[in-house]
């Protein structure tokens, strides 16, 4: 789970770019923290980049694919 101190920097969002599941190795559409949808691990990536390939961790038949979701998008100014 991501963790903040600061709520001041961080923003309540409906946006639907939080909806969307990425597959591994897809390119990243926004820069930020994304989470596993089936095992909960975090990374971070930056915009343009690939999210972390199949291989980058690997999960048992019982947790299912690994899919990454936006959790925290990094907004520029």
């Not at 309540?12 to 939080?18: I, L, M």
């Amino acid at each position: 789970m991501a963790l903040y101190k600061y709520d001041k920097w961080v923003k309540r969002s409906d946006h639907e770019a939080f909806d969307a599941l990425h597959n591994p190795g897809a390119t990243t559409p926004d820069s930020g923290v994304y989470r596993c949808e089936n095992c909960g691990h975090e990374v971070v990536s930056e915009k343009g980049s690939p999210l972390p390939p199949q291989n980058h961790h690997q999960h048992t038949p019982g947790q299912g694919r690994i899919e990454w979701r936006l959790l925290v998008f990094a907004q520029g100014k």
